[in-house]
């Protein structure tokens, strides 16, 4: 495949995302494509009320920036791109979540994730 083939396999998967992120991730393809044109989505979703991508080929650069994004996605409403803040229900589901959107739901106290960034070496390395 080419590096706008995979740009364009990358931006097809933006429909797996809750609306108000779908411009955050169309940007984060295109900032991943302009350094590092190999890399490949292999899922993205909503996870614990923040935006995740994951790569088949990867780059510590790639990295930063999918980073700096899920970062981005917990101050963004996944429903219309307002400002947000990570919050949950009583029964511990965690979404961000602008004031319009937060029916049901309370600024989170703390996050529940804990970042771990494990790399495996490619067989040539």
Sequence with gaps: ??????????????????????????????DISAIDGRARVVDTKEKFGEMRVYLKEYSELAFALIDAANARSRSICQVCAAPAVLSRTKDGFYATVCSSHSNGFLPADFSPLRHVR?????ADQ
């Excluded at 590096?3 to 295109?30: F, K």
């Excluded at 494990?118 to 490619?122: E, I, R």
């Design 1 to 30: 495949m080419t590096d706008s083939e995979i740009l364009a396999e990358n931006l097809s998967r933006v429909i797996e995302l809750p609306e108000g992120w779908q411009d955050l991730y169309r940007q984060l393809m295109l």
């Design 118 to 122: 494990m790399v495996v070496p490619k």
